[in-house]
C-alpha cells in the first residue's frame, strides 16, 4: 500500500504564493509517477502537474505553466508544488496521486479509481 498526505495549503491573495507538500509513504515499487490534481467546485478533477521518479519527465496543463512547479527530493518520498502568481481560477481542492502509469500524461489523466490518492486540502485564492 501506498500512503500520501497533503500539507501547504490556506487562503492567499491574488498574485501570491503557496507551497503544497505531499509526504509518501509505503513500498515505492507500487508507483513510478506522482502529480497533483485539483477539483474546483462543479467541475471535475484534472491532473495539473505529474513527474516520473524514474527519468523525471514532467507535464503540466498550460494554464499552470511558468507560475506551478512540481518537484521531488532524492527520497522519491516527498513531492511538492510550488505555486506562484496565483489566480482565483486556481482555488480547488488539491490533491496528490502516486501510481504505476506507462508515462506522465497517463498518470496526468487518471481516473480516480486508480492509483493512490491523499485526502485533499483546500487553496483558495481570494481579496
Known amino acids: 500500500q501506498v500512503q500520501l498526505a497533503e500539507s501547504g495549503g490556506g487562503l492567499v491573495q491574488p498574485g501570491g504564493s503557496l507551497r503544497l507538500t505531499c509526504k509518501v509513504s509505503?513500498?515505492?515499487?507500487?508507483?513510478?509517477?506522482i502529480g497533483w490534481f485539483r477539483q474546483a467546485p462543479g467541475k471535475e478533477r484534472e491532473g495539473v502537474s505529474c513527474?516520473?521518479?524514474?527519468?523525471?519527465?514532467?507535464t503540466s496543463i498550460n494554464s499552470v505553466k511558468g507560475r506551478f512547479t512540481i518537484s521531488t527530493d532524492n527520497a522519491k518520498d516527498t513531492v511538492t508544488l510550488q505555486m506562484n502568481d496565483l489566480k482565483p481560477e486556481d482555488t480547488a481542492v488539491y490533491y496528490c496521486?502516486?501510481?504505476?502509469?506507462?508515462?506522465?500524461?497517463?498518470?496526468?489523466?487518471?481516473?480516480?479509481?486508480?492509483?493512490?490518492w491523499g485526502q485533499g486540502i483546500q487553496v483558495t485564492v481570494s481579496s
Open positions: 513527474m516520473s521518479t524514474s527519468d523525471g519527465s514532467i
Open positions: 496521486a502516486a501510481a504505476l502509469a506507462v508515462n506522465v500524461q497517463v498518470m496526468c489523466r487518471m481516473s480516480i479509481y486508480s492509483g493512490y
Open positions: 509505503g513500498s515505492t515499487s507500487k508507483y513510478n509517477t
